[in-house]
């Protein structure tokens, strides 16, 4: 089992920008594909972005697209989310996920082994 602890998250103008920063610890954290997905007030957790092992995979929500980059250092067992171009519609809790196992890019609920605990993400003026 690997241990997930988010940082970064925070208030942000429209059109602002944040990082948001996913520790690992536990299991072998290169092995695994990571995702992170979130989940505002009223409405279900859904996916954001996801990485493969070396970081060269990625694939996005369309409704993040081109504003948010997924990155990983493996060295550092750290994943991050960019977040630019920030609107009011991204507010929600930001959750850093791991694949179930080595084969899973995490782009599904049921894809994730492991969940961090969440990190609250406001774009309000």
């Known amino acids: 089992q690997v241990q997930l602890v988010e940082s970064g998250g925070g208030v942000v103008q429209p059109g602002g920008s944040l990082r948001l920063s996913c520790a690992a610890s536990g299991r072998t954290f290169s092995s695994y594909g990571m995702g992170w997905f979130r989940q505002a007030p009223g409405k279900e957790r859904e996916f954001v972005a996801t990485v493969n092992w070396s970081g060269g995979i990625t694939y996005y929500a369309d409704s993040v697209k081109g504003r948010f980059t997924i990155s990983r250092d493996n060295a550092k067992n750290t994943v991050y989310l960019q977040m630019n171009s920030l609107k009011p519609e991204d507010t929600a809790v930001y959750y850093c996920?791991?694949?179930?196992?080595?084969?899973?890019?995490?782009?599904?609920?049921?894809?994730?082994?492991?969940w961090g605990q969440g990190t609250q993400v406001t774009v309000s003026s």
């Open positions: 996920a791991a694949g179930r196992s080595t084969l899973v890019l995490p782009r599904r609920i049921n894809d994730v082994g492991s």
